[in-house]
C-alpha cells in the first residue's frame, strides 16, 4: 500500500481529488487530498499575505499528517498544474518523507523564479491587470472555465464537473504565482514523474533538451514519464486512468 498527497492547482481545494482518490482507495491505497490556506473551505484563511511559502509549509504538514495516519515512513507526493511550487519546496524541505513527487501536467520551476515567470510578458501584465480590477489587489479571480473559449484545456470534463469547478472554485491569491521560490543546491535527490496530459511528451523532452528555462529542469535519470492524453484537468476528465498511473508510480 502508498500513501498519496494529492495537492490541487489553482482555484480548487482537495475536493478536486475526490473521484482519484476513491479510485485509490478502492486498489488498496491510502489518499489525503489537500485544501491549501486560502482555498474552498479555507477560504477565510485568505489574505494579501497567503504566498507560495504559506502553501509550501501546508503541504510539508500534509506530509507529517499523511505519515502519522497512515503508518508510513514516505508519501507519493502529486501536485496538479499550480500546485508545482508547492509540492516542489515541500519536497526540498522533507526529502526523506517523499518517495516521488508526481507532477500532474506541471513540474518544477527552477530555483528563483515565481511560477507567473512561466507565463509571456503580455499575459503576466494582464493577469496583475485583472488582479488590480477584479480581485482587489491580491486575489486571481476564477475562471470561467468555458469549454468554448478553452476546447483543449477543458476537454474531457464532464458538465456536472466543470459547473462545480465554476461554483466551488476560490480566487487565488496572487503571492502563490508571483513569490520566487529558492531552492537548496544540490537539491534533494527525490524520485521525480511527470504524467503530461495537454503537451506531449515528445514536446517536453525536446524543449528540456534545447535547455529551456522551465523545462530543462525536467528530464534526466531520476524522472519517470506517463502520458494521458486528454484536457489539463485529468482528475476530472480521465480520474480512473489518473489514479491507475498514480499507483502504478508507486509500485
Keep these: 500500500m502508498a500513501m498519496f498527497v494529492l495537492v490541487p492547482g489553482h482555484w480548487l481545494g482537495g475536493w478536486a481529488w475526490e473521484e482519484v482518490a476513491a ?15 486560502g482555498m ?12 507560495a511559502d504559506t502553501h509550501i509549509a501546508d503541504v510539508v504538514a500534509a506530509i507529517e499528517d499523511a505519515v502519522s495516519a497512515g503508518g508510513v515512513d514516505r508519501v507519493v507526493l502529486v501536485g496538479h498544474s499550480g500546485a508545482n511550487m508547492a509540492v516542489t519546496g515541500a519536497a526540498d524541505r522533507v526529502p526523506g518523507r517523499v518517495a516521488r513527487v508526481v507532477y500532474v501536467d506541471s513540474g518544477p520551476m527552477p530555483s528563483g ?13 494582464e ?3 485583472q488582479v488590480e480590477r477584479d ?8 475562471p470561467p472555465f468555458d469549454p468554448a473559449a478553452d476546447p483543449e484545456m477543458l476537454a474531457g470534463i464532464p458538465g456536472r464537473r466543470l459547473a462545480e469547478m465554476r461554483e466551488r472554485g476560490t480566487p487565488q491569491p496572487v503571492g502563490t504565482v508571483t513569490q520566487p521560490v529558492k531552492r537548496p543546491d544540490p537539491a534533494p535527490d527525490v524520485p521525480r514523474a511527470l504524467v503530461c496530459s495537454t503537451i506531449p511528451l515528445a514536446a517536453v523532452l525536446e524543449m528540456a533538451e534545447a535547455s529551456h528555462p ?3 529542469g525536467m528530464a534526466g535519470p531520476d ?25 502504478g508510480l508507486a509500485g
Aim: proline content about 8%; charged content about 20%.
Design 214 to 216: 522551465v523545462f530543462k
Design 23 to 37: 479510485h485509490l482507495a478502492a486498489a488498496g491505497h491510502g489518499a489525503h487530498a489537500v485544501t491549501l490556506t
Design 40 to 51: 474552498a473551505e479555507r477560504a477565510g484563511e485568505a489574505s494579501p499575505d497567503v504566498d
Design 113 to 125: 523564479m515565481a511560477a507567473i515567470e512561466f507565463r509571456s510578458p503580455e499575459e503576466r501584465a
Design 223 to 247: 524522472w519517470t514519464y506517463r502520458e494521458l492524453p486528454t484536457g489539463h484537468w485529468p482528475m476530472f476528465s480521465r480520474p480512473a486512468d489518473l489514479a491507475a498511473i498514480l499507483a
Design 135 to 142: 480581485g482587489g489587489g491580491w486575489l486571481i479571480p476564477v
Design 127 to 129: 493577469l496583475l491587470e
